[in-house]
């Protein structure tokens, strides 16, 4: 798609319908939203570069700023591209002492010196970050590269993904490789360009609020990334960066279980590969390449709402022609389990009957749907194959018990 604007200084909105969104599809959207998910704060998908759809919900609006969670950590990433870009940072394997030579205490960890800016980047650097409840002495509360360089490695560097700070490592490298604060390069290198320009971004270790904007500044960031990282005439980022970024290095565990590139989690919607930025509560930046697509969710941080991704799915499912429809809809595409129509609706139901029983909760039909597939998909497979294990020891006993039977026969 040739790009002809850029919305620095606002998103256009043109008729849906002209992207191939029916009113159809809108109103089940809403029923949707309004039956399963009371927890949203925002709701907001571009097609094409346009808004087809915005719903701001108690009390919020478009000049909100939400609390990204972690969809900062793919910000920080696009920062690290512009770092690329400028000549700040040549290689990804860069190694992180070599950017601090002066800062490096006597006994630091020999590990360290085998981390890169790729494991970072990847969360695999296998530092042994102290638990979220610890408390620093007093003369050991850095904010500086002093704190990781005072840590333990447990882990092979580029071995083991951990969900643990790793990212936090990278302000501290953009700060001393710019020679300004990290949100002074942020803003003149990234936000700015994308007239992004009421938001806060916190970067102090010590404390949990991190990156608050507006829903619709969070889309320029997946429209940057749709357009290769060119904005106006301008490459804030290369596409090469774009395109490791946005591809799988390792396989991710806790909690979205899924590939992981450069901060930023790969996956396949309906067919459709996806990138997207995620945080706890269920916030979400999805990225769908094919369908020139991006959808934005901001969420209450009382759980995780895992089930936020299923809305996701179901609107790609609606705006999905019938001959184009992925056909093993009824499979869990990781572990193969297959399901009858009659069975799922049977989970569905039980575990509506479970969250009401045993938890005096209602949930709709879309939530309990993302109850059964986030167990099909982690654990499914475990289950299947202990079930395999505990049936091949029971056919050698009897094999067994087989062989002993016949030298009974012998004469």
Same mark, same amino acid.
């Given at each position: 798609m040739k790009i002809t604007y850029y919305p620095t200084k606002g998103w256009k909105k043109e008729n849906r319908e002209k992207h191939g969104i029916s009113t159809e599809a809108i109103n089940t959207l809403n029923n949707i939203i309004r039956e399963d998910f009371s927890h949203l704060k925002s709701v907001l998908i571009v097609k094409n570069g346009s808004i087809v759809y915005e719903k701001y919900l108690k009390g919020y609006s478009e000049n909100s700023l939400h609390e990204t969670a972690c969809i900062f950590k793919s910000f920080l990433s696009a920062v690290i591209g512009t770092a690329f870009q400028n000549n700040l940072i040549r290689s990804i394997?860069? %190694?992180?002492?070599d950017i601090f030579p002066n800062d490096i205490p006597g006994n630091i960890d020999k590990n360290f010196y085998k981390i890169t800016l790729k494991h970072l980047l990847t969360k695999t650097s296998g530092i042994q970050w102290p638990p979220k409840d610890y408390r620093f002495p007093e003369d050991e509360h850095y904010n500086d590269i002093r704190l990781p360089f005072s840590l333990k490695i447990k882990d092979e560097p580029g071995k083991v993904f951990e969900y643990k700070p790793d990212p936090q490592i990278l302000f501290y490298i953009i700060e001393k490789l710019s020679g300004v604060d990290f949100t002074s390069y942020a803003d003149k290198n990234l936000f700015s360009p994308l007239g992004i320009k009421d938001y806060l971004w916190n970067t102090n270790f010590y404390e949990d609020d991190c990156l608050l904007m507006k829903t619709r500044?969070?889309? %320029?960031?997946?429209?940057?990334?749709l357009n290769h990282g060119l904005w106006e005439n301008h490459q804030i980022i290369s596409p090469e960066y774009i395109q490791e970024s946005t591809s799988g290095h390792i396989h991710a565990n806790f909690p979205e279980n899924n590939p992981y590139?450069?901060?930023?989690?790969?996956?396949n919607i309906?067919?459709?590969?996806?990138?997207?930025?995620?945080?706890?509560?269920?916030?979400?930046?999805?990225?769908?390449?094919?369908?020139?697509?991006?959808f934005v969710i901001t969420s209450n941080m009382d759980k995780p709402h895992a089930e936020n991704?299923?809305?996701v799915k179901e609107f790609v499912k609606m705006i999905t022609p019938d001959d184009k429809k992925v056909s093993t809809r009824d499979v869990c595409r990781r572990n193969r389990i297959k399901l009858t129509r009659e069975e799922q609706n049977k989970l569905i139901n039980d575990i509506q009957l479970f969250f009401r029983d045993e938890r005096n909760e209602e949930i709709g039909i879309i939530a309990a749907e993302a109850v059964m597939e986030f167990f099909l998909e982690n654990?499914?497979?475990?289950?299947?194959?202990k079930s395999l294990d505990e049936t091949k020891i029971w056919f050698s006993k009897r094999m067994e018990d087989i062989e002993i039977d016949f030298d009974i026969l012998y004469k």
């Open positions: 394997e860069t %190694k992180v002492v500044d969070i889309a %320029k960031l997946g429209y940057l990334y590139g450069y901060l930023w989690w790969i996956t309906e067919g459709h590969n996806v990138f997207y930025a995620a945080g706890f509560g269920g916030q979400g930046l999805y990225v769908i390449p094919d369908l020139q697509l991006i991704k299923m809305l654990l499914g497979a475990f289950i299947y194959n």
